[in-house]
T-cell receptor, first 113, second 113 residues
Framework: DVKVTQSSRYLVKRTGEKVFLECVQD?????MFWYRQDPGLGLRLIYF???????EKGDIPEGYSVSREKKERFSLILESASTNQTSMYLC????????????FGDGTRLSIL | DAKTTQPNSMESNEEEPVHLPCNHSTISGTDYIHWYRQLPSQGPEYVIH???SNVNNRMASLAIAEDRKSSTLILHRATLRDAAVYYCILTVHSGGGADGLTFGKGTHLIIQP
């Protein structure tokens, strides 16, 4: 079975802090994604990566950056956390191709105080 | 983007089959039909996908209408662990690249013991 592991289930940080969310997949998938999920707003794509060191902006990249130094690992960085970034963050991975299923981690519930 | 329509909620009894409908009347010839589900406090989970023919896997079956304007996800014998929100979405058949997923409101499946 595909395994996508996110480093933390719950995280509490303070406004202005630099926050790192880590994601690791074990299926040799080329594509990796970061989403946030909020009540009433559904799932929104922040960034995705289709190869090592390659990245593309999603729908809501402002305030975030990403890093993919190894194929299996994709990191989301909140440069200077703000309270409106309190959310559930979800990492996913897939093989190449828009029709390929995406496999998700369990999510990180991030609270910014 | 082609849209899907699902009932807001459905209720079924444990150990009985469940048929979850999805309408996608504006589907194009290159769109795949995907189903995901999300249990409370967890990330979305891929269930099944198909293009034209009916599909089976260990989790469920997908029945696709001949005109592809609708589909049905079939859980053959529901358990309490199948209680979740089920999302039917369309993705473009593209050999390369990646697209973010957009979930609608989905169907909230309630399983009665």
């Amino acid at each position: 079975d595909v395994k996508v592991t996110q480093s933390s289930r719950y995280l509490v940080k303070r406004t202005g802090e630099k926050v790192f969310l880590e994601c690791v997949q074990d299926m040799d998938h080329e594509n990796m994604f970061w989403y946030r999920q909020d009540p009433g707003l559904g799932l929104r794509l922040i960034y995705f990566s289709y190869d090592v060191k390659m990245k593309e902006k999603g729908d809501i990249p402002e305030g975030y950056s990403v890093s993919r130094e190894k194929k299996e690992r994709f990191s989301l960085i909140l440069e200077s956390a703000s309270t409106n970034q309190t959310s559930m963050y979800l990492c996913a991975s897939s093989f190449v191709g828009s029709y390929q299923p995406q496999h998700f981690g369990d999510g990180t519930r991030l609270s910014i105080l | 983007d082609a849209k899907t329509t699902q009932p807001n909620s459905m209720e079924s009894n444990e150990e009985e089959p469940v048929h979850l409908p999805c309408n996608h009347s504006t589907i194009s010839g290159t769109d795949y039909i995907h189903w995901y589900r999300q249990l409370p406090s967890q990330g979305p989970e891929y269930v099944i996908h198909g293009l034209t023919s009916n599909v089976n896997n260990r989790m469920a079956s997908l029945a696709i209408a001949e005109d592809r304007k609708s589909s049905t996800l079939i859980l053959h014998r529901a358990t309490l662990r199948d209680a979740a929100v089920y999302y039917c979405i369309l993705t473009v058949h593209s050999g390369g690249g990646a697209d973010g997923l957009t979930f609608g409101k989905g169907t909230h499946l309630i399983i009665q013991p």
